[in-house]
């Protein structure tokens, strides 16, 4: 249920509305926009009728909601999301944030290298795996906290904010000092005891589509972190895998308008997986952009050709900084900057 306060109602009758939501066993979720409050009530099952709750002071409406996710739904945050994160790096307000990297750190060389091309092509955030999920159990698994202090490290030099992928539970602890944000893959975006978990942090989370969710089941994901309170989320389309073989997966550009219609939360596009053809990241990227994506998730190897994962996917630095100025030609069509 989404209860919208008055403009001009006091924190006194908001606290009112709050105290007779949990009366009734309703867990509340306050949203505080430019102009109003909005409290987002889950988790009772008792019948009632709504207009007792429209009858008190300082309410403006209130209203069930039919979708099973609440808190992840337009209604919850009409203005939208903006995750504010350090350098005055913001994703979903008038910019598209870049983020780009290898798929994982392999030396110090291969990232440092790739960091700076990264920097000077005007990206903000260094992407790159320390712990890699791969299909394999014979493939580079990552080189775990060494890799993130190399992160760290190479994101402090040149100027970038840092994300990378936690894979479970245990893996919390050690990637938090290290991370800007916390990056949950398509294979765990049902794992749901991570979910929760990264529910009580108050760092932002990236949540990719698994390869053959619907976006409503990804909209579910997305309410298990902001159940526990964590509502810096952004989500992330991927590619979702259909009965095509020439591309690694199907990029569904349409997810990310429907996305926006549905969510207030950001929307990223990694076109990379999407394709896993370099030939078609550009391309790809640029749909993304046009299509209203707040958000890219790219990614760009040194040497590509020796990669230890993904090298297919990953451009040259010369073919990342190219595909930056198209951007930065692309994004006033619809009324955004490259960050």
């Known amino acids: 249920m989404i209860i919208a306060m008055q403009e001009s109602a006091s924190e006194e009758q908001i606290q009112q509305v709050i105290d007779r939501l949990v009366n009734l066993g309703f867990e509340v979720h306050r949203s505080t926009g430019a102009r109003q409050t909005v409290l987002g009530a889950v988790g009772a099952q008792v019948e009632f009728d709504i207009r007792n709750l429209e009858l008190l002071p300082g309410v403006q409406e209130a209203h069930r909601i039919s979708s099973p996710y609440k808190l992840a739904g337009r209604s919850?945050?009409?203005e939208g999301t903006i995750v504010s994160l350090a350098n005055g790096v913001k994703i979903g307000g008038g910019s598209v944030v870049v983020m780009a990297g290898p798929c994982s750190v392999e030396s110090r060389e291969q990232l440092f290298g790739t960091a700076e091309a990264v920097s000077k092509a005007g990206g903000r955030v260094l992407r790159g795996g320390a712990f890699k999920p791969r299909s394999s159990p014979y493939s580079f698994q990552g080189m775990g906290e060494e890799g993130l202090k190399l992160l760290r490290e190479a994101g402090n030099k040149f100027g970038l904010l840092v994300i990378s992928e936690v894979m479970e539970i245990a893996q919390i602890p050690v990637l938090m000092p290290y991370v800007d944000i916390l990056q949950v893959g398509a294979r765990n975006m049902q794992n749901f005891n991570l979910l929760r978990e990264l529910g009580k942090l108050r760092k932002p989370v990236l949540l990719k589509r698994g390869i053959a969710a619907t976006l409503e089941e990804?909209?579910?994901?997305?309410?298990?972190?902001m159940a526990g309170g964590n509502y810096e989320v952004v989500l992330c389309e991927r590619g979702i895998r259909t009965f095509e073989t020439y591309t690694r997966n199907t990029m569904d550009i349409s997810a990310i308008p429907i996305i926006k219609k549905l969510s207030h939360l950001p929307m990223t596009a990694d076109p990379s997986h999407g394709t896993g053809r370099r030939d078609k990241v550009a391309p790809m990227a640029r749909a993304a952009v046009a299509a209203?994506?707040?958000?890219?998730?790219?990614?760009?190897?040194?040497?590509?050709d020796k990669a230890l994962s993904d090298g297919a996917q990953s451009l040259y630095p010369e073919q990342f900084s190219k595909l930056m100025d198209e951007l930065r030609m692309i994004a006033p069509a619809v009324g955004r900057t490259i960050a």
């Not at 209203?292 to 590509?304: F, K, Q, R, S, Y």
């Open 292 to 304: 209203g994506a707040d958000a890219l998730l790219i990614e760009v190897h040194c040497d590509p």
């Open 76 to 78: 919850f945050r009409p």
């Open 218 to 225: 990804l909209l579910l994901s997305a309410e298990y972190i």
